[in-house]
């Protein structure tokens, strides 16, 4: 469980638009087109595509950064990893710093290529 997975997005829209469009439930929903829970408090927890993803945030700065314990509900009971959410105003969008650590072995190149098909394009689109 070493792997680490490092992604570097740029999106049209400010901080706070993309912070607010990953913690608020409704918004997550209408961008992903799945049931989403997500308490927007630290210590809270979530529940993404309909119960697929769930965790408990364990950091959030408004408008500046999210830390998640992080699981796909399949993985073994108790089996969380890391993932962290940068968001760094530039110019008129934002540069998403993306890090996912601690995922079960074999498990990466599918998690990579989720994150970009389950969030990034869902997400330049809604913000677009």
Known sequence: MSHVIHQEIIIAASPQRVYSA????QQFSALTGAPAEISGEAGGVFSCFGGMIVGRNMDLMANERIVQAWRVANWEPGVYSVVSFVFRAQGAG????????????????????GWHSNYWEPLKKYLG
């Open 22 to 25: 990953l913690t608020d439930s």
């Open 94 to 113: 934002t540069l998403l710093v993306f890090d996912h650590t601690g995922f079960p072995e074999g498990t990466g190149e599918h998690l990579e290529t």
